[in-house]
């Protein structure tokens, strides 16, 4: 009697056993590069702002005031970049993707009507996409390190409202590709909020004890207000990308998003 025939086996980019498998590792990663770089091009976004902040400020409370003006602050970005003549969608407001700060710089962006990103990524706690995100700009990631590469490379501009350890360690990471010009790129980086960030991080003991250079403390700005805080970024993103963007020819491609370079040697 003949033997039965095999059974067909699915094709391994379709079997999602191997696919959540530990060898197949480096794809679930390699996917969280590729997923969103597909994305950026088709809604023709070339750069972004990125809003830091807790998820723990809400509307109500004594920190309050941080989420209407991050709100505040994100509306008038957005306004302003939307009117920028470029092909592209330039300086996209894009959060974490979350509640708190997260929530109110996207909510600030649609309010304006504009696209708006979320970067989120499964955590035990706190971590649910808000309404504000854009549809097709609501991305999901499980590797950190994949979704601050997201957040790094696309950024022309990072806003910095008071935070807890997430805020802390995205904000220094930033300081520190800044600081050690690992980024071809400049980064405008405002922090916003300055009796909070002047009483959290002691930035002139850091210079003091030989920790930092007094230079360093020219990597960022600070700001209370929403309109202070635009027209700082709107004077670093002209300089740095508008006025330079007119003297060169356009690109070829104008809807592939500006990922920055990092620098050799």
């Given at each position: 009697m003949p033997p039965s025939p095999n059974r067909r086996e699915p094709l391994?980019?379709?079997?999602?056993?191997?696919?959540?498998?530990?060898?197949?590792?480096?794809?679930?990663?390699?996917?969280?590069?590729?997923?969103?770089?597909?994305?950026?091009?088709?809604?023709?976004?070339?750069?972004?702002?990125v809003f830091f902040g807790s998820a723990r400020i809400g509307e109500e409370g004594p920190m309050a005031r941080y989420y209407s003006e991050a709100q505040?602050?994100?509306?008038?970005?957005?306004?302003?970049?939307?009117?920028l003549p470029q092909p592209a969608r330039r300086f996209v407001v894009t959060t974490g993707g979350g509640p708190g700060i997260m929530e109110a710089a996207n909510r600030g962006a649609h309010d304006a009507g504009?696209?708006?990103?979320?970067?989120?990524?499964?955590?035990?706690?706190?971590?649910?996409?808000?309404?504000?995100?854009?549809?097709?700009?609501?991305?999901?990631?499980?590797?950190?390190?994949?979704?601050?590469?997201?957040?790094?490379y696309l950024a022309k501009a990072l806003v910095v409202f008071p935070g807890g350890f997430g805020t802390l360690d995205e904000l220094t990471e930033l300081l520190t590709l800044t600081q050690t010009r690992k980024?071809?790129?400049?980064?405008?980086?405002?922090?916003?909020?300055?009796?909070?960030?002047?009483?959290?991080?002691?930035?002139?003991?850091l210079?003091?004890?030989?920790?930092?250079?007094?230079?360093?403390?020219?990597?960022?700005?600070m700001a209370d207000d929403p309109e202070s805080a635009l027209e700082i970024l709107k004077d670093g993103l002209t300089r740095y990308y508008l006025d330079h963007?007119?003297?060169?020819?356009?690109?070829?491609?104008?809807?592939?998003?500006?990922?920055a370079h990092s620098r050799i040697g």
């Open positions: 391994a980019y379709k079997n999602e056993q191997f696919l959540d498998s530990s060898a197949a590792r480096s794809i679930r990663i390699l996917s969280e590069y590729l997923g969103p770089l597909e994305r950026f091009r088709r809604e023709r976004i070339r750069d972004t702002i505040e602050l994100a509306r008038l970005v957005t306004e302003w970049s939307d009117s504009g696209k708006t990103i979320g970067l989120n990524i499964g955590l035990p706690f706190e971590q649910q996409p808000n309404p504000y995100i854009t549809k097709n700009l609501n991305f999901e990631f499980h590797y950190f390190f994949m979704r601050k590469f997201w957040f790094a980024l071809e790129k400049k980064i405008v980086i405002l922090l916003y909020g300055s009796q909070f960030w002047k009483e959290v991080v002691n930035f002139d003991a210079v003091k004890y030989g920790m930092i250079s007094p230079e360093d403390l020219g990597l960022f700005q963007d007119q003297m060169l020819p356009p690109p070829p491609v104008l809807d592939t998003p500006d990922i």
